[in-house]
């Protein structure tokens, strides 16, 4: 019912910038979280940004100050804008959909980032 598709992941050499775009379809709820999780090899998927569809935010103290969480067209659209990339930083990143009404949860495929000279 729910697609979620994220695009902009690549290679970049550490203090480099990317933007990662989720589109989104099949959407029912209106009221609604959408964010950005991420995994490193061999460790669970955590955290990175969330934004409500009110537009409050939420960081992960690791990435607060670096990155940047929007949504331009709150009903399809999540980007992150990642700023001072760190090796530290290379993990494959999701975009997820919460819908509060119903409680439907939905990932997308991801998209990898890799940080490295």
């Known amino acids: 019912q729910v697609q979620l598709v994220e695009s902009g992941g690549g290679s970049v050499q550490p203090g480099g910038s990317l933007m990662l775009s989720c589109a989104a379809s099949?959407?029912?709820?209106?009221?609604?979280?959408m964010g950005w999780y991420r995994q490193f090899p061999g460790k669970e998927r955590e955290l990175v940004a969330t934004?409500?569809?009110?537009?409050?935010?939420r960081y992960a103290n690791s990435v607060k100050g670096r990155f940047t969480i929007s949504r331009p067209i709150r009903t399809n659209f999540v980007d992150l804008r990642m700023d001072s990339l760190e090796p530290e930083d290379t993990a494959v990143y999701y975009c997820?959909?919460?819908?509060?009404?119903?409680?439907?949860?939905?990932w997308g495929q991801g998209t990898r980032v890799t940080v490295s000279s």
């Open positions: 997820n959909l919460l819908e509060l009404a119903s409680g439907r949860n939905s």
């Open positions: 099949g959407m029912s709820d209106a009221v609604n979280v």
């Open positions: 934004v409500h569809s009110s537009g409050q935010t």
